[in-house]
């Protein structure tokens, strides 16, 4: 949940939207970079704004294709407050979409926000869908309701032409959203004090919901270890069977809310849709592995799982046959100092995980961050490490502890970042934010990082 600091800069906009992409090309031996700028007109804001005077700054972003490869990334909005969509194929250049979060009613007489996490999936449709998390502060801003809501783009339609859906208004966080054919689910934290995973289903391509059952309730020791005590990850279908899975960093059994220690990695599986669960420890530390969420890929060609978390210092992955029932022991696929927000994704034997490296020994002020692809071409028996962004992608420490980081500082790239194959040539495509390339200057004179997300290509 991120409400504190992009209302903090919601306050000093708000002005009329404008539409701008423009592209910083450049590229490391294996992938090219494209930044992806716009959304705003700022003005009579008062606010400066470089190097594009029109950017909004996005962070947190996520990406999905099509099985005809239609591409979608999104990004979290921090002037002014949207979930910024942009639109197009591998190796192109993304068309700005719209601000979908727009959509969302309001909550009786109350205004409903959007602009916090957001996840992003197509169906065998090639229908759009967003889950996104929205905001539903109190008449004087003072507290706030989180809730969940599904913004549905049918094949073809315009951002106009896109419909709302709220599924969940109590006491949400992290929404994610998967398919198969046009049946989709989407996973969501409740942040309240069971802290437990819910899911919703639609099985008519996003148009109706309903709940069925969490992954973590009903699994003995997992649901101990759990409870008041865990940090999800994504929720994962395979397309060619009828596994549904969900992943989640969870600590030692709790009586009382919270020690929040994250030193387990499970995942539950589910052939029914998601009404049965069963749950599999896949691995465990003496250190917390919620740096800063665990990752999970299922090959969309041979059904093989791949996890992957970090530890605060390093990226490792284990890896199951269909139905994740074993485990391989965790294998370290990063080869740089310190290594976070890990994410993973597989297709045709063909293993991609991204990650936040910094040469530096500890996450500190001083650290000098770039964006990394441990990649493997043989179903994950080896891995080869590539730099992905061509210069520096963030200058100082990361945080990973969400809004309980000390101040609310060092978001700037908050939480997440992508990796997907495309479906038509296997080749990766990762989303990823940097705070090195805008800054605004509020009325005051301060100079404020503005970030941006960039979009790299596999070559």
Request: with cysteine; aromatic share 8%; glycine share 8%.
């Given at each position: 949940?991120?409400?504190?600091?992009?209302?903090?800069?919601?306050?000093?906009?708000?002005?009329?939207?404008?539409?701008?992409?423009?592209?910083?090309?450049?590229?490391?031996?294996?992938?090219?970079?494209?930044?992806?700028?716009?959304?705003?007109?700022?003005?009579?804001?008062?606010?400066?704004?470089?190097?594009?005077?029109?950017?909004?700054?996005?962070?947190?972003?996520?990406?999905?294709?099509?099985?005809?490869?239609?591409?979608?990334?999104?990004?979290?909005?921090?002037?002014?407050?949207?979930?910024?969509?942009?639109?197009?194929?591998?190796?192109?250049?993304?068309?700005?979409?719209?601000?979908?979060?727009?959509?969302?009613?309001?909550?009786?007489?109350?205004?409903?926000?959007?602009?916090?996490?957001?996840?992003?999936?197509?169906?065998?449709?090639?229908?759009?869908?967003?889950?996104?998390?929205?905001?539903?502060?109190?008449?004087?801003?003072?507290?706030?309701?989180?809730?969940?809501?599904?913004?549905?783009?049918?094949?073809?339609?315009?951002?106009?032409?896109?419909?709302?859906?709220?599924?969940?208004?109590?006491?949400?966080?992290?929404?994610?959203?998967?398919?198969?054919?046009?049946?989709?689910?989407?996973?969501?934290?409740?942040?309240?004090?069971?802290?437990?995973?819910?899911?919703?289903?639609?099985?008519?391509?996003?148009?109706?919901?309903?709940?069925?059952?969490?992954?973590?309730?009903?699994?003995?020791?997992?649901?101990?270890?759990?409870?008041?005590?865990?940090?999800?990850?994504?929720?994962?279908?395979?397309?060619?069977?009828?596994?549904?899975?969900?992943?989640?960093?969870?600590?030692?059994?709790?009586?009382?809310?919270?020690?929040?220690?994250?030193?387990?990695?499970?995942?539950?599986?589910?052939?029914?849709?998601?009404?049965?669960?069963?749950?599999?420890?896949?691995?465990?530390?003496?250190?917390?592995?919620?740096?800063?969420?665990?990752?999970?890929?299922?090959?969309?060609?041979?059904?093989?799982?791949?996890?992957?978390?970090?530890?605060?210092?390093?990226?490792w992955l284990s890896s199951a046959p269909p139905g994740g029932a074993?485990?391989?022991?965790?294998?370290?696929?990063?080869?740089?100092?310190?290594?976070?927000?890990?994410?993973?994704?597989?297709?045709?034997?063909?293993?991609?995980?991204?990650?936040?490296?910094?040469?530096?020994?500890?996450?500190?002020?001083?650290?000098?961050?770039?964006?990394?692809?441990?990649?493997?071409?043989?179903?994950?028996?080896?891995?080869?490490?590539?730099?992905?962004?061509?210069?520096?992608?963030?200058?100082?420490?990361?945080?990973?502890?969400?809004?309980?980081?000390?101040?609310?500082?060092?978001?700037?790239?908050?939480?997440?970042?992508?990796?997907?194959?495309?479906?038509?040539?296997?080749?990766?495509?990762?989303?990823?934010?940097?705070?090195?390339?805008?800054?605004?200057?509020?009325?005051?004179?301060?100079?404020?990082?503005?970030?941006?997300?960039?979009?790299?290509?596999?070559?």
């Open positions: 949940m991120r409400v504190t600091k992009r209302l903090a800069v919601l306050v000093v906009a708000g002005a009329a939207l404008a539409v701008s992409v423009a592209i910083a090309g450049a590229s490391t031996a294996k992938f090219t970079n494209q930044t992806l700028f716009g959304t705003w007109d700022p003005s009579g804001s008062g606010l400066t704004i470089a190097p594009d005077p029109t950017s909004s700054g996005d962070s947190e972003p996520a990406i999905a294709f099509a099985n005809n490869g239609a591409m979608a990334v999104d990004g979290l909005g921090w002037l002014p407050f949207q979930v910024n969509v942009w639109r197009g194929t591998f190796g192109s250049t993304p068309s700005y979409f719209g601000a979908l979060d727009q959509t969302v009613p309001s909550h009786g007489n109350r205004l409903t926000l959007g602009d916090e996490d957001a996840d992003i999936e197509f169906t065998s449709a090639n229908t759009m869908l967003l889950a996104d998390l929205n905001v539903i502060p109190n008449p004087k801003f003072s507290q706030f309701q989180l809730g969940v809501d599904v913004v549905r783009c049918p094949a073809g339609a315009s951002a106009s032409g896109c419909t709302s859906t709220v599924i969940d208004q109590t006491k949400s966080d992290r929404p994610w959203i998967t398919h198969r054919g046009t049946t989709a689910w989407v996973a969501y934290h409740d942040n309240g004090n069971s802290a437990l995973i819910h899911v919703q289903m639609s099985t008519d391509d996003g148009r109706t919901w309903q709940t069925v059952s969490s992954p973590i309730a009903g699994q003995g020791g997992a649901t101990g270890a759990a409870t008041f005590n865990n940090i999800a990850g994504p929720i994962v279908a395979d397309p060619n069977s009828n596994y549904l899975y969900d992943v989640y960093a969870a600590g030692t059994q709790q009586s009382k809310c919270c020690s929040a220690d994250f030193n387990n990695v499970y995942v539950s599986r589910s052939t029914d849709g998601g009404k049965h669960w069963d749950t599999t420890l896949v691995a465990t530390a003496p250190v917390p592995l919620d740096n800063i969420f665990p990752s999970l890929a299922v090959d969309q060609t041979t059904g093989q799982l791949y996890a992957v978390w970090s530890d605060g210092h390093d990226v074993a485990w391989t022991p965790a294998k370290k696929v990063s080869s740089i100092n310190t290594a976070l927000l890990p994410w993973v994704a597989a297709r045709a034997g063909k293993v991609d995980v991204v990650y936040y490296g910094s040469t530096g020994a500890q996450n500190d002020p001083t650290s000098v961050w770039n964006v990394y692809d441990s990649q493997s071409t043989n179903a994950g028996a080896s891995f080869d490490q590539n730099r992905v962004s061509s210069t520096p992608n963030r200058v100082g420490a990361v945080c990973t502890g969400g809004d309980a980081c000390a101040g609310n500082v060092n978001r700037e790239l908050l939480d997440l970042f992508e990796v997907a194959e495309n479906p038509t040539n296997n080749k990766a495509a990762i989303i990823y934010t940097s705070s090195e390339i805008s800054t605004y200057t509020t009325p005051d004179g301060v100079v404020h990082k503005l970030p941006e997300v960039v979009l790299a290509y596999e070559q």
